[in-house]
């Protein structure tokens, strides 16, 4: 029991900085970056992973209801075409996506079985307590992105260690 306490105070921290990113996000920033790392890209590529992989299993994972197929991708060589250009989410939206990770995290945690032999993704061939440790890893490597790009925008942010 005091492991998800664990994961979810880390869980919640990450989700609060990644809010105080999109939050603090000047305007001209959202929609700036050579395409597809714009902003608001990054912080919905950084959303969309963290929700999908608290996911006990890919086939049980259910997108949030505004979800693009195509608006998580970073890169333009994926199988299934280069991303769109167009803005496809406001900060609000992005800030309503938070929320909605944020007010089922409990559940999420609740639902996964940490001593799972497998990570339920087929493209992560590890056990799905280590899958929980690089979700995490992954979401502060974006946020880190993110912050750099507000810093440089001669924004301070705030630091959490624990929610």
């Not at 939050?23 to 890209?41: A, M, Q, V």
């Not at 999420?108 to 940490?114: C, E, M, Q, R, V």
Request: net charge negative; aromatic share 14%; glycine share 4%.
């Amino acid at each position: 029991m005091q492991m998800i306490a664990g994961f979810e105070s880390q869980y919640r921290a990450a989700l609060a900085m990644l809010r105080q990113s999109i939050e603090r996000c000047p305007d001209e920033l959202w929609n700036s970056g050579d395409h597809p790392r714009t902003f608001w890209r990054i912080a919905y590529h950084a959303l969309y992973y963290t929700h999908l992989y608290l996911a006990p299993t890919h086939k049980k994972f259910i997108p949030w209801e505004k979800n693009v197929e195509h608006a998580r991708i970073l890169w333009d060589d994926d199988e299934t075409g280069i991303p769109p250009t167009d803005l496809l989410y406001s900060q609000q939206d992005l800030l309503d996506y938070c929320t909605f990770i944020e007010q089922n995290l409990t559940s999420f945690l609740a639902n996964i079985d940490f001593n799972a032999p497998t990570s339920g993704f087929s493209w992560y061939q590890i056990p799905k307590f280590e899958h929980q440790l690089v979700n995490i890893r992954h979401i502060g490597i974006h946020i880190g992105q993110l912050q750099e790009l507000i810093y440089a925008a001669g924004i301070d942010l705030d630091w959490v260690s624990k929610r």
